[in-house]
């Protein structure tokens, strides 16, 4: 079972990380799955930092416009949304590199949603971290021309 999950993860990879948002159901549906650990739906593996980062982006929103990417931030342990991440942000502007005036930090509301909006990018670095869980790291979103975007993440709990 778990090589099929491994195969489906990665077809999934592979067809680009633009998820559409997940159905809505109510907390006593979604219990059963999450307490299965099926939480699924969202990037959970960490790529390497990219040397571009520099830490310290300002918290804002937006930064350019033609792009906008929204997400959820949720806890791999059980699918709760984390309130309060810290979603830091670089797109790679054609031409452009990572300009000062693109980078940002957004925060996570209570339901985990954060939204960023920037001129069209190439793709958008991103490092994601929140108090009790380990940070992660992607360069693997690419919107191909697209408006708008989806990248949901999913954070693993910090070993203590």
Same mark, same amino acid.
């Given at each position: 079972m778990r090589p099929l999950l491994v195969l489906l993860l990665a077809a999934a990879l592979a067809a680009g990380c633009d998820r559409a948002a997940p159905p809505a159901t109510s907390p006593a549906a979604s219990a059963p799955a999450a307490a299965a650990?099926?939480?699924?739906? /969202? *990037?959970?593996?960490?790529?390497?930092?990219?040397?571009? *980062? &520099?830490?310290g982006a300002p918290v804002r929103s937006v930064v350019g416009k033609g792009h906008v990417l929204t997400g959820t931030v949720r806890s791999r342990r059980d699918c709760a949304p984390?309130? /309060?991440? &810290?979603?830091?942000?670089?797109p790679e502007i054609a031409g452009k590199g990572h300009p000062d005036a693109q980078r940002a930090t957004v925060l996570t509301d209570a339901g985990g949603r954060y939204r960023f909006q920037s001129d069209p990018p190439e793709h958008i670095h991103m490092l994601v971290s929140a108090e009790g869980f380990e940070p992660l790291a992607s360069n693997r979103y690419h919107p191909e021309g697209r408006a708008s975007g989806r990248f949901d993440v999913l954070l693993t709990p910090a070993r203590s």
């Open positions: 650990g099926a939480c699924a739906g /969202g *990037y959970e593996e960490p790529d390497t930092l990219s040397p571009t *980062y &520099r830490p984390v309130a /309060g991440a &810290r979603v830091e942000l670089w």
